[in-house]
């Protein structure tokens, strides 16, 4: 196969930092150059086509700010079809909407449309990974994975493990949980770029017997991730404390069944004790902070400040469809107001790393992922500053790429995503206002 060769801006976070605005790399004429999906070169353009000269006629030639492609660390991609539903807290939410949209996974063909949709959204938004729930059903799983394996996009997935205080259609029980689920991990965790996540939804609709039973998964497949839902709102707090009763707290419902380790992604972490954010840290564990999640459902204010003095890895996460932006900038904007609403900030330079290379290295990707380093799969975006008039004229008064980066995400959305690359193949260009379909790219990784 030959060189892919990308000229443009270039900006990324090459390494493991806690002072992202001190330690990013940053060409202002950089070349990146890909391989069978992979980066074999990133550097300075001139020093490169001093080196090469005969590539000049083979670059592809970027207007905007080529980034590493975003990490989303939680998402429901059967909610896709509810988001921006009216009115409720997570409880009632739940019940109201989640659930009877759920029900109508049980249909193959209904979870294949369905998965096919949200990738498309992911990659027009910019998102090329994300750690994704699908439904109890073990075809949505399949689906899901089906439609990624299509782009050969990296993807996290795991079937919804639920037998208790849900409809009776949703509702499996702790064995064939567990026989489902090993199922999928056997088809599906590692197979091409698949990573599977045992599943489940949160402690109150699964049984102390069937969180057991998520252990004994996790302990025979030490490398595949864990994904619930942790302190997201006081209510369910409280419900956790009345059905666990015996536990300290709700992180210890999980740690007690043997579910709080490296790889394990806890969403929400809003109303967490002192406590739980130290043990989080000490285990590994990461949080996503869903903050447009939170707002629109009422939950609360995520404590970005707190948790980052614990040591605990934060990643950012959409929670579509309480969440109501696929955007992860979007989403960052969200979080920048919750931090102001607690007297801190929110650095640019530290939200976008918590959305590549910060979300990789929590996830234990960063050898994959998150990076533009030379080695790393080529999953990329193209940010565009000039994408609408408001966007172009303040990005036109920015003093620093700083001051760029915050109005890319206090006023950016989804129209500042002009590319996006997954695997060093183009699946999306909004200038041709095109979404590329696997079966479109012959160059597309089978």
Known sequence: MSLEIHRGRLFHFPHDTHSP???????????LVIKEGKIIDLGDAKDYLQAHPQSADQITHHQGLL???????????PQIEMIASFGQQLL???????????????????????????????????TTTAAVFATVFPQSVDMFFEAAQAYDARMICGKVLMDRFCPDGLRDNPEQGYLDSIDL???????????????????????????????????????????????????????????????????DVYESAGLLRERAIFAHGVHLTDS???????????????????????????????????GTHIAFGSDVGAGTSMSLLANLADAYKVC????????????????????????????????????????????????????????????????????????GDERVIEQTYVSGVKVFDRNKHQLFHPAFSATNPS
């Open 276 to 310: 739980e954010m130290q043990r989080l840290s000490t285990s590994g564990a990461t949080l996503a902070c869903c903050a447009s999640s939170n707002l629109f459902l009422g939950s609360g204010l995520f404590p970005f400040d707190k948790i980052k003095q614990s």
């Open 67 to 77: 980034v590493p492609g975003f990490i989303d660390a939680h998402a429901h991609y």
């Open 185 to 251: 991990i056997e088809r599906w965790h590692n197979k091409g770029r698949a990573l599977y996540a045992i599943t489940p939804r949160f402690a109150p609709t699964s049984t102390p017997q069937q969180l057991k039973k998520a252990a004994h998964l996790a302990h025979k497949y030490p490398d595949v991730f864990i994904q619930t839902h942790l302190s997201e709102n006081i209510k369910e707090v409280a419900l956790v404390q009345q059905l666990f009763p015996h536990n300290k707290d709700y992180l």
């Open 340 to 411: 102001q609403l607690q007297h801190c900030s929110l650095d640019p330079f530290e939200a976008i790393y918590h959305c590549t290379q910060g979300s990789a290295i929590a996830l234990k990707l960063q050898d994959k992922i998150g990076n533009l380093n030379v080695g790393t799969e080529a999953d990329f975006i193209e940010l565009n500053p000039r994408a609408f008039p408001m966007l172009e004229q303040r990005v036109k008064g920015a003093k620093s790429l700083q001051d760029e980066l915050f109005a890319l995400i206090i006023l």
């Open 92 to 126: 009632d939410w739940l019940h109201d909407y989640t659930f009877p949209t759920e029900m109508k996974f049980i249909q193959r063909e209904y979870a294949k449309e369905q998965a096919g949709l949200f990738l498309e959204q992911l990659f027009a938004h910019g």
């Open 21 to 31: 605005s001190e330690q990013y790399q940053y060409f202002d004429d950089g070349i």
